[in-house]
């Protein structure tokens, strides 16, 4: 039995994300050890003497570890997979260190627009455990939410848009990111102050696991998603929304339109406006957001599972390493 060790991002919804192929391998046959990266003890990594290791976010991985894979002269292959967009100059030596990594490895990225910065990449869109997130309609507890980053200046022009508009909103984030978000140079734009109460009203927490993510997911009318970071891919939200039968409106990429039949699956919008009025136009037509909904968890199962991409992954390594 080929054994694999899984090292976990230490936030969601990546770590999540992480979590969804780790239960991939498993169910592929492969005996699985994991960890979340600031709890990786080198040594128990080594003593487990793994086939493979998968790894979610490279700039998380100690010093020690990449000199201890060299001086062990271990031959397991490692998996890194990147799930969001790289800057080439700001990440230049995150770049370099992962170029010089001196064991066998396979680089895969979430997002096309790595593929110019890190050589010998290889994209591959994220999965999903679509059992993980399975999740009944019951009824809506929320009517436009966002899972993001608040504290990304893209993402809080979208949100603060639509607080302006539509007045509270459901915002789910991270406690730091949402307090560091308070202090975002876009709130010297906004002059009226009854934006900045509702958005500290909008603020709901965090959600950590896969069943209270796609409850919250389900119960939303709609999940707004913006594309800052993962513009030429499509982000591990979307994927959470859809396979928790949840109704998803998401910033339009080239990747969107590859992976999803918009319209029937999923919508997209380019710009604010656009957005605002195709949520105008699916709270008159309820009936049309559910039934998108429903065919994107259906798009899930048959065509975004995390088996599916472990398979994948599967036959790129065979095909590069000839196993």
Known sequence: MKKIFV?????PPYSLCAKSFAKGFKHAGFYMEKSISSELDNEELFDFKPDFVLCFDFT??????????YLKKTNCIFIFDILTSINPKSQKKDILALENFV???????ADKSNLTSIEDSIYLPCGVNIKKYKTPFEKYNQGISIFSNPDDINNLKVITDLIQHFGKISLFADEFDYLHSLENELWEEI?????????RKSYCGDV????ERAKAMS???????PASHTPEGVDFTVFEV?????????????????????????????????????IEFYLKNPSFARTIADNARMAAVNNHS?????????????????E
């Open 219 to 225: 119960s939303s009318f709609v999940n707004v998603i």
């Open 208 to 211: 950590s696991t896969e069943k």
């Open 306 to 322: 995390v088996q599916i991409r472990v398979r994948k992954i599967f036959d790129i390594i065979n095909k590069k390493f000839k």
């Open 242 to 278: 859809i396979a928790s039968s949840g109704f998803a409106i998401c910033e339009e990429t080239p990747e969107i339109k590859r992976l999803f039949d918009v319209g029937r699956e999923i919508e997209t919008y380019k710009y604010t406006k656009e957005l605002i009025d195709k």
């Open 60 to 69: 998380e991985l100690n010093e020690g570890l990449l000199n201890q894979v």
């Open 191 to 199: 002059e009226d102050a009854e934006v900045k109460e509702n958005y």
């Open 7 to 11: 090292i976990i991002p230490d936030k």
């Open 103 to 109: 064991g066998k490895k396979l680089i895969l990225t």
